[in-house]
């Protein structure tokens, strides 16, 4: 099969469009012809090295954990499953023509769909989805703030917490106020406007995208009893705030959420912009877009 492959971390353009072994699958995975495959964050760090701590590659390697695609091959004792099914998932080694996949994690991709559409989903839905529901375990009438609501992870927190009957407060850039209308929050703030901020009530909780000064910023405003989790780091100054529970989260493959987030986009109550559609060959590229700033998700078509 040919594959974008990593013979070292570096910038995008260690990313190689090359010929590599097809996976091997074994009792309880499927094969996966890739339809395509999602780019987020993590990839980045991974490519980059930064990440490697966590996400270490065995050279030379494939990263990715977004794809959508049809079953090209059933491995031993697999049930409910046939070849030709469209399904996505969220999983590893994404970025290839082929990709094997727990059939555990398999989600089925609604009537109605695109494939390539849901290949946006996987990372970003589950990751937001198990921010809320498990990390926080937010409940109706509750308040909950959300740092980086505009960006994929954010909003399908935002999602997520409407879903449970939260109050939900999207926290973005100055810039991106007016992007915040399509969320669905109950209301906004600008995260670099102090005044704002300080006039904030007390929350409940804080779900954080971003990390850094900025979920510092919100820290006390959580009230006493309160949780705040980060998808990447705790705050530095969490200890100031002894009374306030502060963890980090990190998602799982989840197929029961991918199928009910699914649902949803195919019901356009929720979405996850793709702003560029790029094929499998142009992954460098794709990494290189991203790091330049630009927002929405690029898809790498196989």
């Given at each position: 099969?040919?594959?974008?492959?990593?013979?070292?971390?570096?910038?995008?353009?260690?990313?190689?469009?090359?010929?590599?072994?097809?996976?091997?699958?074994?009792?309880?995975?499927?094969?996966?012809?890739?339809?395509?495959?999602?780019?987020?964050?993590?990839?980045?760090?991974?490519?980059?090295?930064?990440?490697?701590?966590?996400f270490?590659?065995?050279?030379?390697?494939?990263?990715?954990?977004?794809?959508?695609?049809?079953?090209?091959?059933?491995?031993?004792?697999?049930v409910?499953?046939?070849?030709?099914d469209?399904?996505?998932?969220?999983?590893?080694?994404?970025?290839?023509?082929?990709?094997?996949?727990?059939?555990?994690?398999?989600?089925?991709?609604?009537?109605?769909?695109e494939?390539?559409?849901?290949?946006?989903?996987?990372?970003?839905?589950?990751?937001?989805?198990?921010?809320?529901?498990?990390?926080?375990g937010?409940?109706?009438?509750?308040?909950?703030?959300?740092?980086?609501?505009?960006?994929?992870v954010?909003?399908?927190?935002?999602?997520?917490?409407?879903?449970?009957?939260?109050?939900?407060?999207?926290?973005?850039?100055?810039?991106?106020?007016?992007?915040?209308?399509?969320?669905?929050?109950?209301?906004?703030?600008?995260?670099?406007?102090?005044?704002?901020?300080?006039?904030?009530?007390?929350l409940?909780?804080?779900?954080?995208?971003?990390?850094?000064?900025?979920?510092?910023?919100?820290?006390?405003?959580?009230?006493?009893?309160?949780?705040?989790?980060?998808?990447?780091?705790?705050?530095?100054?969490?200890?100031?705030?002894?009374?306030?529970?502060?963890?980090?989260?990190?998602?799982?493959?989840?197929?029961?959420?991918?199928?009910?987030?699914?649902?949803?986009?195919?019901?356009?109550?929720?979405?996850?912009?793709?702003?560029r559609?790029l094929?499998?060959?142009?992954?460098?590229?794709?990494?290189?877009?991203?790091e330049?700033?630009?927002?929405?998700?690029?898809?790498?078509?196989?």
């Amino acid at each position: 099969m040919k594959a974008s492959v990593i013979h070292q971390y570096g910038g995008p353009e260690v990313l190689k469009f090359e010929d590599y072994a097809d996976p091997a699958i074994g009792e309880g995975q499927v094969l996966i012809r890739v339809a395509a495959a999602g780019i987020n964050p993590v990839d980045l760090g991974r490519r980059s090295g930064t990440m490697k701590a966590f996400f270490p590659i065995d050279f030379p390697g494939i990263i990715g954990m977004d794809v959508a695609g049809t079953i090209a091959k059933l491995g031993p004792r697999i049930v409910g499953w046939t070849v030709g099914d469209k399904v996505f998932a969220f999983a590893d080694q994404t970025y290839a023509e082929l990709c094997a996949v727990k059939a555990s994690s398999l989600a089925r991709v609604p009537d109605g769909m695109e494939l390539q559409e849901a290949a946006a989903l996987p990372v970003a839905v589950t990751t937001g989805f198990q921010l809320i529901s498990e990390a926080i375990g937010i409940k109706a009438g509750q308040t909950v703030l959300v740092i980086g609501a505009a960006g994929n992870v954010g909003r399908s927190a935002v999602f997520a917490a409407k879903d449970r009957g939260a109050t939900v407060i999207a926290a973005v850039r100055r810039n991106q106020l007016d992007a915040t209308t399509s969320l669905g929050a109950d209301s906004a703030i600008a995260t670099d406007d102090d005044e704002a901020i300080a006039r904030l009530p007390s929350l409940d909780a804080v779900a954080d995208t971003v990390a850094g000064k900025t979920g510092e910023r919100f820290m006390s405003k959580v009230k006493a009893g309160g949780v705040f989790v980060s998808t990447l780091v705790p705050p530095a100054n969490a200890k100031e705030f002894p009374a306030v529970r502060v963890g980090r989260m990190e998602s799982r493959p989840d197929a029961g959420v991918l199928l009910r987030m699914g649902q949803a986009v195919r019901n356009g109550k929720f979405t996850v912009p793709v702003s560029r559609k790029l094929p499998l060959k142009e992954a460098a590229a794709g990494h290189a877009a991203i790091e330049s700033g630009l927002g929405g998700k690029v898809l790498l078509t196989a």
